[in-house]
C-alpha cells in the first residue's frame, strides 16, 4: 500500500525558511509527477509546484523566486525549500505523488506551515 509521510512544517517567522520533506513507500515502481498543493480552511487545494522524474519543474507564478522544489527518486522523496516566507503562505501543505503504472495519484496527510510574527 502506497504511503506518502511528510515532514517540516511549523510556525516561523515572515522572511524566514522552511523545509518539507515527504516520502513515498509501498510501490516497486518509480513514481512520475510529485508534488505539493496547499490549501486555507475552506478554500480549495492549489498546486504550488511539481517536478516530474527527469526533474522538470513547474511553480505556481507567487513562488517563484522564493520556493524550490526537488526530489530523490532513489528515496521517492521529494522536497520543498521555502524561503522568503510570508503570512499569505500559510496554509496546510500537501505533498502527492502519481503512479504512473495504475495512473494513482496518492496524497500526504498535510502539514501546517504558518508564517506570522
Known amino acids: 500500500q502506497v504511503q506518502l509521510v511528510e515532514s517540516g512544517g511549523g510556525l516561523v517567522q515572515p522572511g524566514g525558511s522552511l523545509r518539507l520533506s515527504c516520502a513515498a513507500s509501498?510501490?516497486?515502481?518509480?513514481?512520475?509527477?510529485m508534488g505539493w498543493y496547499r490549501q486555507l480552511p475552506g478554500k480549495q487545494r492549489d498546486l504550488v509546484a511539481s517536478i516530474t522524474s527527469g526533474g522538470i519543474t513547474n511553480y505556481v507564478d507567487s513562488v517563484k523566486g522564493r520556493f524550490t522544489i526537488s526530489r530523490d527518486n532513489a528515496k521517492n522523496t521529494v522536497y520543498l525549500q521555502m524561503n522568503s516566507l510570508k503570512p499569505e503562505d500559510t496554509a496546510v501543505y500537501y505533498c502527492?505523488?502519481?503512479?504512473?503504472?495504475?495512473?494513482?495519484?496518492?496524497w500526504g496527510q498535510g502539514t501546517q506551515v504558518t508564517v506570522s510574527s
Open positions: 502527492y505523488a502519481h503512479l504512473t503504472l495504475t495512473s494513482t495519484q496518492y
Open positions: 509501498g510501490s516497486v515502481f518509480g513514481f512520475g509527477v
